[in-house]
């Protein structure tokens, strides 16, 4: 029987035209080729932590990624099949692994280990191993932050080895059915049973655990429709999902609810949800402050005026793309997957 308690609702486990595509193309090879030749490289190690994926991968047309001809999905599942788990302490009882997919939080306690994210079932040996060295505990809990095979892929063989899952409702919603995401070309199967999250809620939720509160907080649609914080009160600790990437522009899934406009509103949220002693797990990328979140708010507010004022000019999505709308923070931010011409057009797309 499905029930309601409080916010938290229980439920059974159940199951434009080719030419501009076409000079978008030359435009971001033109600058992968620039910044292969300019840019250090970065290393095999921090691509595999920003993003679980290879040195190989490059973006292309209209959010389409590709790694050589495999497609980002593969990639980023081949990826995390070679990675290693690498174990982040981070403040009282918790710790983040980094290499599958998006960062994992784990709080270790009496009540059993509790996961933030799942990464790619690829890893399981890797991240079973990395969560035997933090502590005997079993696995207890999990919550998902959104809905995205870099962060919920690992929830089946979490979910076999003990934990209940929870998440907000749209996560829910987007796992029990076939999703396409635009932008990765691809096509999601509907989760198994055991991926699903079983406890769902709308705005916000608290869970106590080892000692700790857990704050989750619902941001509205940002990067998806189903983007969470985790907040563990007592260490300041807040994990957010990939409402923050961490040195790196994001990218943005229009096709399940994301916009430029909701990733600006989720990143002024995180800044109200921090002060200078809370440290916050990204969903890629290194652990950070509150002022590198003031950054990324920056330089998502910098871009999308100047995308829409060239937008408003009449400026066509190529003709957007070559004015460098993004130049002023390209060093620093454009530099992976998403180059400056595609997070250009991920913010045209929404202005």
Avoid: C
């Avoid at 080719?18 to 992968?32: G, W």
């Avoid at 940002?222 to 563990?232: E, L, N, P, Q």
């Amino acid at each position: 029987m499905a029930g309601n308690f409080g916010s938290l609702v229980f439920t059974p486990l159940v199951k434009d035209s080719m030419q501009r595509n076409r000079a978008i193309s030359r435009l971001v090879q033109r600058e992968k080729t620039m910044a292969q030749l300019q840019s250090p490289r970065l290393s095999r190690r921090r691509l595999l932590a920003i993003a679980g994926v290879s040195g190989g991968a490059t973006m292309l047309v209209r959010g389409r990624l590709f790694a050589k001809d495999e497609g980002i999905v593969p990639t980023m599942i081949n990826a995390a099949a070679k990675a290693k788990i690498t174990v982040h302490p981070v403040r009282r009882n918790i710790s983040v692994l980094e290499g599958s997919g998006g960062n994992i939080a784990v709080l270790t306690g009496n009540d059993g280990k509790l996961l933030v994210d799942a990464g790619f079932s690829v890893s399981r040996t890797g991240i079973a191993d990395a969560l035997a060295s933090l502590s005997g505990d079993p696995i207890k809990h999990l919550v998902n932050t959104h809905w995205h095979t870099d962060h919920t892929d690992g929830n089946n063989w979490l979910h076999s080895a003990g934990a209940a899952i929870t998440a907000h409702e749209n996560v829910r919603k987007r796992l029990s059915v076939d999703t396409r995401v635009e932008g990765w070309s691809w096509t999601f199967p509907a989760s198994p049973a055991g991926a699903l999250p079983f406890a769902v809620f709308a705005t916000t939720h608290e869970l106590q655990r080892n000692d700790t509160k857990l704050v989750l907080q619902y941001y509205g649609p940002a990067h998806t429709d189903g983007d969470i914080s985790v907040h563990f009160t007592e260490a300041d600790v807040i994990h957010v999902g990939d409402t923050w990437w961490n040195g790196v522009y994001p990218f943005i899934d229009y096709s399940t609810g994301g916009s430029i406009d909701g990733q600006i509103q989720a990143a002024e949220a995180n800044l109200r949800l921090t002060t200078d002693k809370t440290i916050v797990i990204p969903g890629h990328g290194q652990i950070g402050s509150r002022p590198d979140l003031a950054k990324f708010r920056d330089m998502l507010v910098t871009i999308r005026g100047s995308v829409e004022r060239l937008k408003k000019q009449g400026r066509s999505l190529e003709q957007t793309i070559a004015a460098k709308p993004t130049g002023a923070f390209d060093a620093k931010w454009g530099r992976f997957l998403i180059t400056p011409a595609m997070f250009t057009a991920l913010v045209y797309q929404g202005v």
